[in-house]
């Protein structure tokens, strides 16, 4: 997993509540369990006109003009402006994989659906909750004919934009494993010396576990 740095990306308006996995990647496409590829099929069946399969050329669907990952403005963002309860729904990790594919690298939301939550930490999404008033206002300041730009500081804690400053809490070490690229392997890789130790100690003690 990449360690999260301090970035500079564009704020993306979804303006739907309880978006549910299902919709952030359709069952369809969880045909492997790679992390990567699912990104141009996020959200598939609102950016899409047509229904979407596996293998099919993207590039030769009908696109949804009117769905806001298809506005010149947002092709770019890196940050994802939701509502309540975001990634409802299964418990498919194939949800945060799709967004981190994409390019999304935060999602801005007042809730999130606690398994949802839980997985985007793992795989080096960053869910952030802010009250209700806050995501509100920058839904306004993300409509404009210029897209919000924002940086996000997970060190300092602070979101930044030409509007001020926000601050949010995260967990401390969801944070640590963030910025340090932890994911559960890595975390696991960290105790290596000791688990080889454990290990050795174990084949002298009950040698009978480790016959071939």
Same mark, same amino acid.
């Given at each position: 997993?990449?360690?999260?740095?301090?970035?500079?990306? %564009?704020?993306?308006?979804?303006?739907?509540?309880?978006?549910?996995?299902?919709?952030? %990647?359709?069952?369809?496409?969880?045909?492997? %369990?790679?992390r990567?590829?699912?990104?141009?099929n996020?959200? *598939?069946?609102?950016?899409?006109?047509? +229904?979407?399969?596996?293998?099919?050329?993207?590039?030769?669907?009908?696109?949804?003009? *009117?769905?806001?990952?298809?506005?010149?403005?947002?092709?770019?963002?890196?940050?994802?402006?939701?509502?309540?309860?975001?990634?409802?729904?299964?418990?498919?990790? +194939?949800?945060?994989?799709?967004?981190?594919?994409?390019?999304?690298?935060? %999602?801005?939301?007042?809730?999130?659906?606690?398994?949802?939550?839980?997985?985007?930490?793992?795989?080096?999404?960053?869910?952030?909750?802010?009250?209700?008033?806050?995501?509100?206002?920058?839904?306004?300041?993300?409509?404009?004919?210029?897209?919000?730009?924002?940086?996000?500081?997970?060190?300092?804690?602070?979101?930044?934009?030409? +509007?001020?400053?926000?601050?949010?809490e995260?967990?401390?070490?969801?944070? +640590?494993?963030?910025?340090?690229?932890?994911? *559960?392997?890595?975390?696991?890789?960290?105790?290596? *010396?000791?688990?080889?130790?454990?290990?050795?100690r174990?084949?002298?003690?009950?040698?009978?576990?480790?016959t071939?």
């Amino acid at each position: 997993m990449d360690k999260f740095n301090t970035f500079t990306g %564009i704020v993306c308006p979804l303006d739907r509540s309880n978006v549910d996995t299902d919709a952030i %990647i359709p069952k369809q496409f969880l045909k492997s %369990i790679k992390r990567s590829g699912f990104g141009p099929n996020l959200f *598939d069946e609102w950016r899409y006109l047509d +229904h979407g399969e596996p293998g099919m050329d993207n590039s030769k669907r009908t696109v949804n003009p *009117d769905f806001v990952l298809n506005d010149p403005r947002y092709q770019a963002a890196q940050i994802l402006l939701a509502r309540e309860n975001f990634g409802c729904g299964s418990s498919r990790e +194939h949800a945060p994989w799709a967004l981190e594919d994409y390019g999304f690298k935060v %999602i801005l939301a007042p809730s999130f659906a606690d398994i949802f939550f839980n997985n985007s930490f793992k795989n080096g999404l960053l869910p952030i909750v802010l009250k209700e008033e806050i995501i509100d206002d920058l839904f306004r300041q993300s409509t404009d004919e210029e897209p919000l730009e924002m940086t996000v500081n997970l060190l300092d804690q602070l979101l930044t934009t030409d +509007h001020g400053q926000i601050p949010f809490e995260v967990d401390a070490f969801r944070k +640590h494993c963030l910025l340090n690229g932890l994911d *559960d392997i890595g975390l696991t890789l960290q105790h290596v *010396d000791d688990i080889k130790a454990y290990e050795t100690r174990r084949r002298v003690e009950a040698p009978w576990l480790f016959t071939e």
